[in-house]
């Protein structure tokens, strides 16, 4: 089975600010992907970032990258330049790769990381 | 184009009581999942559907259920709801493998 660890269960951050939230993982597989997703308080879960764990490059959008650590199962998300509408709550998830063609394997979540942006 | 739709938003529905919650995926979205939220539990995962199979199931008791209609909408069911099945339930749709979930809004279900 595999777990999620979300070491920091609240940060805040002045506006404008660089912030890196951290996310370990442990798990047997070779191929799978790992997200970070956003909560905001509207509830929705957003999609943040995707990896996939055989690409070696750090995967980046916009103001959001990843520092993907395979060997030492970390998964770190920088936000750079933060902005208010960046409070939320986020989760680091893996997903395993299946072979098969069909479906999705599960997410597995951490406990999540509450960020603040203070203006 | 239109995103995963849950409904309803808020349900209160009273111990022993089923409850039927709905989610309609993003169009042409074959997979969707299931998710319970908890402050105490987290997020867990409840079920995954492709093409009206279910391909996954989480550990969650038999009073869980779900199905999948042939226009890729689903629909997850509680029956003799319990105090703990107060939480946020999601729903999240995906095109393909490791693609990621688009996820709806939730439907907050509350049992007195």
């Known amino acids: 089975a595999q777990t999620v660890t979300q070491s920091q269960p609240e940060m805040s951050v002045q506006e404008a600010e660089t912030v890196t939230l951290s996310c370990t993982y442990d798990t047997s597989e070779s191929n799978y992907y790992l997200f970070w997703y956003k909560q905001p308080p509207s509830r929705q879960m957003i999609l943040v970032i995707r990896?996939?764990?055989?690409?070696?490059q750090n995967a980046t959008e916009n103001r959001f990258s990843v520092n993907f650590q395979k060997a030492a199962k970390s998964f770190s998300l920088k936000i750079s330049d933060s902005q208010l509408g960046d409070t939320a709550m986020y989760f680091c998830?893996?997903?395993?790769?299946?072979?098969?063609?069909?479906?999705?394997?599960?997410?597995?979540f951490g406990t999540g990381t509450r960020l603040t942006i203070i203006p | 184009k239109a995103g995963v739709t849950q409904t309803p938003r808020y349900l209160i529905k009273t111990r022993g009581q089923q409850v039927t919650l709905s989610c309609s995926p993003i169009?042409?979205?074959?997979?969707v999942s299931w998710y319970q939220q908890t402050p105490g539990q987290g997020l867990q995962f409840l079920f995954e559907y492709f093409s009206e199979t279910q391909r996954n199931k989480g550990n969650f008791p038999g009073r869980f259920s779900g199905r999948q209609f042939s226009n890729s909408r689903s629909e997850m069911n509680v029956s003799t709801l319990e105090l703990g099945d107060s939480a946020l339930y999601l729903c999240?749709?995906?095109?393909?493998?490791?693609?990621?979930?688009?996820f709806g809004s939730g439907t907050r279900l509350t049992v007195v």
């Open positions: 169009s042409g979205h074959r997979s």
């Open positions: 998830a893996f997903m395993k790769q299946d072979g098969s063609n069909f479906g999705n394997e599960k997410l597995t």
């Open positions: 999240a749709s995906s095109l393909n493998r490791g693609s990621g979930y688009t």
């Open positions: 990896q996939e764990a055989y690409k070696q």
